[in-house]
């Protein structure tokens, strides 16, 4: 068995082992969907420092927003204000590693499918009714042209709900591949959010 096929039996099994264990602890159902687009980041520097001014530079002249820059996920609340989320997303790399506006683009796919635990801060903060931040970690497995590799993933976002069952869901992570001489990244991704089959959304916390 090669290398990527071990790769992506692992995530499937962890995929399918935390489905399990979600549908076990929560009989209600609570779960959500939702869609939309996402943005890569290729990340170029190698030391910390320069990893946060990369992120915080507010430079968009590296970012990769090509082909069907699509990103899906669903997710389900556990308690106490844990949550898990499945997400895949695909996108198209012409901006990659190093890249300078004086070198000619690549064009590699990129594609990605990954598990969160999030954590909702509101649990710590108090309710707001409608605005909902988040931190989350977890890991998947993502291609980048022919490099692919499990990943370790860490970040956070937010919702904005307009009404209680739709919002806006917002989020940026930092993926860090496990593989050597594979690709660091940045995403960050915007869409919408749904619930599916709950209560009340101001209500679940007093359910667990």
Not at 7 to 27: K, S
Not at 41 to 57: A, C, F, H, M, Q
Not at 186 to 196: E, L, R, T, Y
Request: aromatic share 16%.
């Amino acid at each position: 068995m090669n290398y990527k096929l071990k790769q992506l039996l692992l995530v499937f099994c962890c995929l399918h082992l935390c489905c399990n264990i979600l549908y076990a602890q929560n009989e209600d159902n609570k779960w959500v969907i939702g869609g939309g687009f996402n943005i890569v980041d290729i990340r170029t520097p190698s030391t910390l420092k320069g990893v946060l001014e990369d992120y915080l530079n507010g430079s968009i002249e590296d970012l990769n927003m090509n082909g069907a820059f699509f990103r899906v996920f669903a997710g389900r609340h556990l308690k106490k204000g844990f949550s898990i989320q499945l997400a895949a997303s695909s996108n198209k790399i012409k901006k990659g590693y190093a890249y300078s506006s004086s070198l000619p683009e690549i064009d590699n796919d990129f594609f990605t499918i990954d598990t969160k635990l999030k954590y909702d801060l509101n649990y710590i903060f108090g309710e707001t009714k409608w605005f909902d931040p988040f931190i989350l970690g977890g890991m998947g497995y993502s291609s980048i042209g022919k490099n692919s590799a499990v990943s370790l993933s860490a970040g956070y976002g937010f919702n904005i709900w307009i009404s209680d069952t739709v919002g806006l869901n917002f989020q940026s992570d930092y993926n860090h591949h496990l593989k050597l001489n594979a690709n660091d990244f940045f995403q960050h991704s915007a869409g919408v959010i749904f619930k599916i089959n709950s209560r009340k959304r101001f209500n679940w916390n007093k359910n667990f």
